[in-house]
């Protein structure tokens, strides 16, 4: 199907272990985003990549590494988790990263609800 | 500085007009965006706004003033449907070749009968 997924949706995992969350988007969109959310945050930016290959860290990036060999695949990767990675984990796409009219509103992928126990 | 203000939560009643306001402190950015989000679900877009003025979209209708660090979104017509999380996020440039939006917490609308 069309569009921007993620998996897994929901994932319990325990402190210390690492847990990778995918996003997959079918666009072809040059710009993918990760994003945290959590209550009384604004969404914020984790890693975001340009294109294939070029990735760069956001606001809040200790403790996650990205990778991106796809222009369609962008994996988030939680080394060791912590407790304070509990969190709604959102991947998002953009045509464009120029702030282009029309053509770089992002489009978000449904989530992955992550519990660190 | 790049602080996004928004009201926590408000209320208003079907069929109402009720207007959500936004104020920033962020500089260099390229345009505004407004979304919606419900509870347990991704953000969606609603509008965007480049320019000063006022964008209208049906029921819905957005206004930036750039020189004074100020948007609204205005919604008509209140709907039960409509109750839902209203992010505001201004837009700003990395660099020449990257582009970020930076994210209210949001305001929390709710709608009653």
């Known amino acids: 199907d069309a569009g921007i997924t993620q998996s897994p949706r929901y994932k319990i995992t325990e402190t210390g272990r690492q847990v990778t969350l995918m996003c997959h988007q079918t666009w072809s969109h040059s710009y993918m985003f990760w994003y945290r959310q959590d209550l009384g945050h604004g969404l914020r930016l984790i890693y975001y990549?340009?294109?294939?290959?070029?990735?760069d860290k956001g606001e809040v990036p200790d403790g996650y590494v990205v990778s991106r060999s796809k222009t369609e695949n962008f994996p988030l990767t939680l080394e060791s988790a912590t407790r304070s990675q509990t969190s709604v984990y959102f991947c998002?796409?953009?045509?464009?990263?120029?702030?282009?009219?029309?053509?770089?509103?992002?489009?978000f992928g449904p989530g992955t609800r992550l519990t660190v126990t | 500085g790049q602080n996004i203000d928004q009201p926590t939560e408000m209320t208003a009643t079907e069929g109402a007009i009720v207007q959500i306001n936004c104020t920033y402190q962020?500089?260099?950015?390229?345009?505004l965006f407004w979304y919606q989000q419900h509870a347990g679900e991704a953000p969606t877009f609603l509008s965007y706004?480049?320019l000063d003025g006022l964008e209208e979209k049906g029921r819905f209708s957005s206004f930036l003033s750039r020189s004074k660090g100020y948007s609204y979104l205005l919604l008509k017509e209140l709907q039960m449907k409509d109750s839902a999380s209203y992010l505001c996020a201004p837009g700003g440039s990395l660099s020449d070749s990257n582009y970020q939006l930076i994210w209210g917490a949001g305001t929390k609308l709710i709608i009653k009968p």
């Open positions: 962020t500089s260099g950015f390229n345009g």
């Open positions: 990549s340009a294109a294939a290959d070029i990735t």
């Open positions: 706004n480049v």
């Open positions: 998002a796409s953009s045509e464009s990263g120029r702030g282009q009219a029309g053509s770089y509103e992002q489009y």
